[in-house]
């Protein structure tokens, strides 16, 4: 079956530890997003990449990392500059047409900062 | 700037009764609509989507969708609401970019 996967599901880093969260699809889509989940603020986007070995940053990448060098995996790494990165971390794919194609979503994983 | 108002935080109903969630975004031409669904600790699946054409859609689990562009709302219903669909709504627009605004999300819970 076609899909993303991201690992781990539950994360615990300690304060000054970077992170590295993964996010893998089969869809063969062209674009991948990262977005962060706090209650009550719907999803605010991180980073998106449109193809391979380009990505920009979205409206909250501050203290966050990503790389793009296979189609399929677009790893996200928190780092000790995010200040408050306890969140449920959701990755996304859409085939990249840019015409407002539908995102996929990945089962998310939960960062917890002890 | 492109927004997306979801004025219900919670929403209670009974089982079997109706359900809209309302939806307001704020674009000015015609946006690419969508409805997503969270099961608690999960990931989002797509309910539905607006592009173009017929204002009324369907989607998936008996869902609809209206899209009023006098109102500049894409309210989602359902004539008859079932236990399983206690869950988080969000709606979300996009411009045909890879930019894509999410509404904060309105709580659903079925009461037995």
């Known amino acids: 079956d076609g899909g993303i996967t991201q690992s781990p599901k539950y994360l615990f880093r300690k304060e000054g530890q970077n992170v590295t969260l993964s996010c893998e699809q089969n869809?063969?889509?062209?674009?991948m997003y990262w977005y962060r989940q706090d209650p009550g603020q719907g999803l605010r986007l991180i980073y998106y990449s449109q193809i391979v070995n380009d990505f920009q940053k979205g409206d909250i990448a501050e203290g966050y990392s990503v790389s793009r060098e296979k189609k399929e995996s677009f790893p996200l790494t928190v780092t000790s500059a995010q200040k408050n990165p306890t969140a449920f971390y959701l990755c996304a794919s859409s085939t990249g047409s840019g015409a407002g194609d539908e995102q996929f979503f990945g089962p998310g994983t939960r960062l917890t900062v002890l | 700037a492109q927004s997306v108002t979801q004025p219900d935080i919670h929403i209670t109903v009974s089982e079997g009764a109706s359900l809209e969630l309302r939806c307001n975004y704020s674009y000015g031409a015609t946006p690419y609509l969508f409805w997503y669904v969270q099961s608690p600790g999960q990931g989002l699946q797509l309910l539905l989507k607006y592009f173009s054409g017929d204002t009324l859609v369907q989607g998936i689990k008996g869902f609809e969708a209206e899209f009023k562009r006098s109102q500049s709302s894409f309210n989602l219903r359902k004539p008859s609401v079932h236990w399983s669909d206690a869950a988080e709504y969000f709606c979300a627009h996009t411009s045909g970019t890879y930019k894509y605004i999410f509404g904060t999300g309105t709580r659903l819970k079925v009461l037995a």
């Open positions: 869809l063969n889509h062209d674009a």
